[in-house]
């Protein structure tokens, strides 16, 4: 029940924000409004843990994104980064969350935020081409 509303929860925040419209950063800025719901409320964030973990988890974010950039042509190296980055983050993380299981889950709700965000890239794609491909049977 509680996964039916989530994604219920998920698809009307993805359908609100891209009926908001534009593109480029303005994609980028949706995406994180999502992606900040969405951890929300998988952490079950309380409005004060909020305010000192967001601003926490954008520094760790960022440093995630610098070694990936540094670290484009060395997988095993930018991996290895990664975990280096979240072993350093994991007890600020803690002071914050005050339960190991929420840090962990912070981890996995941001790759599930990467999978379902994949997935609905991958199905708007092949709704274009869809539409596309109808658009050009009818031409």
């Known amino acids: 029940m ?7 929860i998920f698809a009307v925040l993805a359908h609100f924000v891209n009926a908001q419209g534009g593109g480029g950063a303005k994609k980028g800025e949706r995406i994180q409004a999502l992606k900040v ?13 909020a305010q000192t973990f967001w601003p926490l988890y954008n ?6 994104k610098k070694a990936r950039v540094n670290n484009k042509e060395d997988e095993l190296k930018y991996q290895e980064e ?6 350093r983050y994991k007890p600020e ?8 299981n ?5 981890f ?7 999978t379902e965000l994949q997935k609905e890239v991958k199905k708007r794609i092949q709704q274009k081409q869809k ?3 109808s658009l050009e049977a009818l031409e």
């Open 131 to 133: 539409a596309n491909s």
């Open 59 to 64: 520094t760790y974010f960022e440093e995630t």
């Open 37 to 49: 719901a969405y951890m929300t409320h998988v952490l079950k964030l309380t409005p004060t843990e």
């Open 108 to 114: 996995k709700a941001e790759r599930d935020f990467l």
């Open 102 to 106: 929420r840090v962990n889950l912070v």
């Open 93 to 100: 993380f803690k002071k914050v969350l005050n339960d190991d």
């Open 82 to 87: 990664t975990l280096n980055i979240k072993k």
């Open 2 to 8: 509680k996964r039916v509303l989530f994604f219920t």
